[in-house]
């Protein structure tokens, strides 16, 4: 059973930082692409990050270069997203999610991964 657990949410006041983490379970998480995306209220699901299978192919919406770094952790079956300098507006539900396609190609499409987590809530205060 393919599990992904989000964790590292909370609540920052603007220009601070986050860690996220997601525990994967249930697949060879070193073979996929994985990536992060974020859903605040009303709004529909973007792309944030995403990260191949080697560490050295990583991929970011515009909005957050600069300041978020995805990683991974292929021992640890565990994926990360610094976040950094965060926004009011980047609050959301962030969401880890896995691609079980064997390519390095990353897709900016959350209706191309096939796996998700429950999400953690991300608030950043003014």
């Known amino acids: 059973q393919v599990k992904l657990v989000e964790s590292g949410g909370g609540s920052v006041q603007a220009g601070g930082s986050l860690r996220l983490s997601c525990a994967v379970s249930?697949?060879?998480?070193?073979?996929?692409?994985m990536g992060w995306f974020r859903q605040a209220p009303g709004k529909e699901r973007e792309f944030v990050a995403g990260?191949?299978?080697?560490?050295?192919?990583?991929l970011y919406a515009d909005s957050v270069k600069g300041r978020f770094t995805i990683s991974r952790d292929n021992a640890k079956n565990t994926l990360y997203l610094q976040m950094n300098s965060l926004k009011p507006e980047e609050t959301a539900v962030y969401y880890c999610?896995?691609?079980?396609?064997?390519?390095?190609?990353?897709?900016?499409?959350?209706?191309?991964?096939?796996?998700w987590g429950q999400g953690t809530q991300v608030t950043v205060s003014t």
């Open positions: 249930g697949l060879a998480f070193s073979h996929y692409v």
């Open positions: 999610a896995a691609r079980l396609v064997v390519t390095t190609v990353i897709t900016r499409s959350a209706r191309l991964y096939d796996y």
């Open positions: 990260i191949g299978w080697s560490s050295g192919n990583t």
